[in-house]
DNA sequence: TAATAATTATATTAAAAGCTTAAATGCATA
DNA sequence: TATGCATTTAAGCTTTTAATATAATTATTA
């Protein structure tokens, strides 16, 4: 277990461990969302969505595209995806 | 995904998610050690050492057992030991 | 050009996170 | 009981950074 690797992990932990910044991600666990879509299940600002996105990009977890003038959020990193599950198994027994 | 399970996984989450703890816990993944031990493989204090304990032990996360004037801790919550060999699988491919 | 979606910039506040140092507790043994 | 070792606790300090609000800006569409 090298020191790097621990730095680098405890660095995505990070990023996951805010409420607002997880939700996101366990609303993308499916399916992508826009900004605004997020907006609204997460009750905040856009400017306020935007910056937790943000600090999710810049670690590689999101990623997104665009279509018109809406931005379409979605998770990249599979490892992601699969770490999010277990936590749901773990955490989460009813799974709703 | 009820707002209240979110709340308690992203304090778990922020909880695991300093170097120093993550590492304890990693360490404690296969056997139970004392604050020496762990002092010795996290470069720090035993004050330091002793801190980040409390804060994983506020949390559930691990225990400890006293035998004559050693503390011998370990993790207590089954989640987090399957929580962490996922994400060693994940994110560190070699595995060491 | 007007309207909508999203981003960025800025500032502010709070807080709180982390570490150091030193003192205190607890246990064992001489 | 006195001494030494392991650990905890307390206090303080520094820094930082985390989170949000607000307002301005970009980009796209119509």
Redesign the interface.
């Known amino acids: 277990?090298?020191?790097d690797?621990?730095?680098?992990?405890?660095?995505?932990?990070?990023s996951?461990?805010?409420?607002i910044r997880?939700?996101i991600l366990?609303l993308l666990q499916d399916k992508e969302l826009s900004v605004g879509d997020i907006r609204d299940q997460v009750e905040t600002t856009n400017a306020n969505v935007s910056q937790h996105l943000n600090i999710l990009r810049s670690q590689g977890i999101i990623d997104y595209r665009k279509d018109a003038n809406f931005i379409y959020n979605r998770i990249t990193d599979k490892?992601i995806l699969?770490?999010i599950q277990?936590?749901?198994k773990?955490?989460?027994p009813t799974f709703?």
């Open positions: 277990m090298k020191d690797q621990i730095d680098a992990m405890s660095k995505i932990l990070k996951m461990s805010h409420p997880l939700k366990c490892r699969e770490l277990t936590m749901r773990l955490f989460c709703d």
